[in-house]
């Protein structure tokens, strides 16, 4: 799960790098104001990639899913691609945890296998 939901989350970095751009041309927002959401919002990508697998790591990557599309109200486009990598953040989340029960189960057989051949005692 945890290299799926990172590498949606570094991809949301650079949605949000080009997001910052497009709301440069924005008269009614400073480019300070800008870059300063901007920078800490993929700041936050690159932190929650890290806390993942930690409790509560899978719904603060939904909060921020929540401020991508939320964010739309400053640039429109916004809502669109942040419903996109909302999309992709479920599949992420939901194939990456299929994928790691997969793993235990195959790594479970392969250590019931092995103890097999070698007479019930696993070394």
Same mark, same amino acid.
């Given at each position: 799960m945890r290299t799926l939901c990172a590498s949606t989350l570094i991809g949301e970095v650079f949605l949000i790098g080009f997001a910052g751009l497009v709301a440069m041309k =924005? #008269? =009614?927002?400073? !480019? &300070?104001?800008? *870059?300063?959401?901007?920078? %800490?919002? !993929?700041?936050?990508?690159v932190l929650f990639c890290g806390l993942i697998t930690r #409790?509560?790591?899978? $719904?603060?990557? *939904? @909060?921020?899913? %929540?401020?991508?599309? @939320?964010? &739309?109200? %400053?640039v429109p486009t916004m809502f669109f691609m942040g419903a996109m990598f909302a999309a992709l953040w *479920? @599949?992420?989340?939901?194939y990456g945890r299929k994928i790691d029960e997969a793993k235990a189960r195959f790594a479970a057989q392969a250590?019931? $296998?092995?103890?097999?051949?070698t007479g019930g005692n696993p070394a």
């Open positions: =924005d #008269p =009614d927002l400073s !480019m &300070g104001t800008v *870059w300063a959401v901007s920078g %800490i919002a !993929m700041a936050l990508c #409790p509560g790591g899978v $719904q603060l990557g *939904w @909060a921020l899913q %929540i401020a991508l599309i @939320a964010s &739309g109200f %400053i *479920w @599949a992420s989340v939901h250590q019931a $296998q092995a103890g097999a051949e």
